[in-house]
């Protein structure tokens, strides 16, 4: 699949803000700081469209981008898990990814994050189980990979896989932005994904 061009189509919080439901979705979703906004300037090809931040916690709304004009969406999910964020504002961010995962029709597939070098939080594994509910599992990317050598990711390829409870044919693919390493096969399952969708 090539990305020829990619904008920020929307920035929601309820339902009500969200753009029609015409173009399919894939939704990314992880705690902040796991290198989410850095994956998708990657797949976008763009330097700076989704914000890469230092500092961590920032993004309180769903932001949706159009890739080739409308051949398909990218999601970005609010990040969760956050320490400096208050239980309330917390419990908003977890209702918030909730209603869209719920409503959201035009859905694919939620491409969930958790970081290649730790075990996945009990928040990751809260997410996963919602993804599981709504059908939208199978598909989780470990961040950083360029942080870990070769041996310590066949051992936490594991413990990802168990923590968070994921079946035999659901897919967990290491990725670097930095290095940029694993996009490619990434990328191969999403236009899967996006051909089956659009074919029935
Ligand atoms: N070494 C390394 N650092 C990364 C990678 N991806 C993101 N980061 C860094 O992790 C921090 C958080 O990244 P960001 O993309 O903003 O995470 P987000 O909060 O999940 O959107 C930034 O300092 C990034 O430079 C990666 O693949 N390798
Ligand atoms: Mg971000």
Wanted: a positive charge; aromatic letters at 8%; one cysteine or more.
């Amino acid at each position: 699949m090539i990305i020829k061009k990619s904008d920020l189509l929307c920035i929601a919080a309820k339902p009500e803000q969200y753009p029609d439901e015409e173009v399919v979705e894939i939704a990314f979703a992880g705690r902040s700081n796991v290198g989410k906004s850095s994956l998708i300037n990657l797949i976008l090809n763009r330097k700076n469209l989704a914000r890469v931040s230092g500092n961590p916690g920032k993004t309180r709304t769903i932001n949706f981008y159009k890739v080739n004009d409308d051949e398909f969406r990218i999601v970005d999910l609010p990040g969760y898990g956050y320490a400096k964020v208050s239980k309330s504002v917390s419990s908003d961010w977890g209702k918030m990814i909730e209603t869209y995962l719920k409503v959201r029709d035009n859905l694919a597939i939620v491409v969930q994050l958790v970081d290649s070098r730790h075990e996945p939080s009990a928040q990751d594994v809260q997410m996963y189980e919602w993804l599981k509910h709504y059908e939208l599992d199978g598909l989780v990317v470990a961040t950083k990979a360029d942080k870990i050598s070769k041996n310590e990711w066949a051992k936490n390829k594991g413990i990802i896989r168990k923590k968070l409870g994921m079946g035999q044919d659901d897919v967990l693919v290491p990725v670097s932005s930095l290095k940029k390493t694993g996009c490619g096969e990434l990328m191969e399952i999403l236009e899967e994904l996006i051909s089956q969708w659009k074919n029935g």
